[in-house]
């Protein structure tokens, strides 16, 4: 079977509590059907900077913090 996206009013609720977007790639492969949440958003530059990030501190404090340890280590 090929891939296939689906809208996800498509799916029982029990499936679709677990699911957060709005449409979803169905995938079958040796008797296994796949459910991966589907997005048209095409990635932007700007999303994947900062990419490893846990949001909680910004680039530039980042660089500051490391100016002042590499200042402090002299």
């Given at each position: 079977m090929?891939e296939?996206?689906l809208?996800?009013?498509?799916?029982?609720?029990?499936?679709?509590s677990?699911?957060?977007t709005?449409?979803v790639k169905?995938y079958?492969e040796?008797?296994?059907i796949t459910?991966?949440?589907?997005?048209?958003e095409?990635?932007?530059?700007d999303?994947?900077?900062g990419m490893?990030?846990?949001?909680?501190?910004s680039?530039?404090?980042f660089l500051?913090?490391?100016q002042i340890?590499?200042e402090?280590?002299?």
């Amino acid at each position: 079977m090929a891939e296939m996206i689906l809208d996800i009013q498509t799916i029982p609720e029990v499936i679709l509590s677990k699911i957060s977007t709005k449409k979803v790639k169905v995938y079958e492969e040796n008797g296994t059907i796949t459910l991966t949440p589907y997005s048209d958003e095409k990635p932007r530059f700007d999303h994947l900077v900062g990419m490893f990030s846990d949001g909680k501190i910004s680039i530039d404090d980042f660089l500051a913090e490391k100016q002042i340890e590499k200042e402090l280590e002299n």
